[in-house]
């Protein structure tokens, strides 16, 4: 069975103090709120994954970094290495965000070596891909999501890609309040789950983990995780806010 799993991707904000506020009315809340199985991860950025991670301690919530370098070690100033998060015991990395799409230059062939690198060091890629809103205007928003799926992704063997969790988000809908609709989101992970049963057939299809992110929050995530094809959701803005994103992971 594939994992329910509700991700907060904090971005670049948040001073320590801060987020050490967030996760500790977190924690209070999750543990006394939250019943089932959903896995919670935060996606902090680098500097508080070790000191959030350690104010976490044995509970259901993970931390995950938002990225990581492609190379495994060396003279890269300012990068961290997947074996760095390793070292730290950081199980999940977001890859590929829209964000780093676009900002960053990063493209199938460099999300590919990242992949790799992340997998290589034992953690579980949180991979994004999701149309741009002239695409989906122009109807092209499923073949270039299968693309950015199959050109990262499809290099792997069927045992290791059940070990990556894909996240769909839209880049329309990512910060703008303006959110997929279910149907939209759930036509959309079918369409990437029926993708990755063509290459790896159903039953490795079945065990990977969909999330849907863009602008997510407490009052449309119920709806959203409610599709067959939706296993959760990585959250930008709502999951800066305890009591929201609480909420968010109560939805499910
Ligand atoms: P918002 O929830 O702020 O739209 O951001 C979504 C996102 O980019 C999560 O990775």
Redesign the pocket.
Known sequence: MRSKIVAG?W?MNKTLEEAQTLTSELLGMIADEVKGDVKVVLCTPFPYLYPVKQQLGATRIAVGAQNCSEHASGAYTGETSAAMLKSMNVPYV?LG???RRQYFGEDSKLLVKKTDIALANGLTPIF?CGEPLEVREKNGHEQLVKQQVEEALFHLLAETIQKVVI?Y?PVW????GKTATAAQAQAMHAVIRKHLAGKYGTSVANEISILY????NAANAKELFANPDVDGG?????SLKSREFTEIIKSI
Do not use: D, Q, R, Y
Request: hydrophobic share 35%; glycine share 22%; net charge negative.
């Open positions: 991707n971005k977001i965000h829209s964000e994004c996240a988000e809908a990512i910060g703008t992110g863009g602008s997510v990585l959250v930008g803005g709502a």
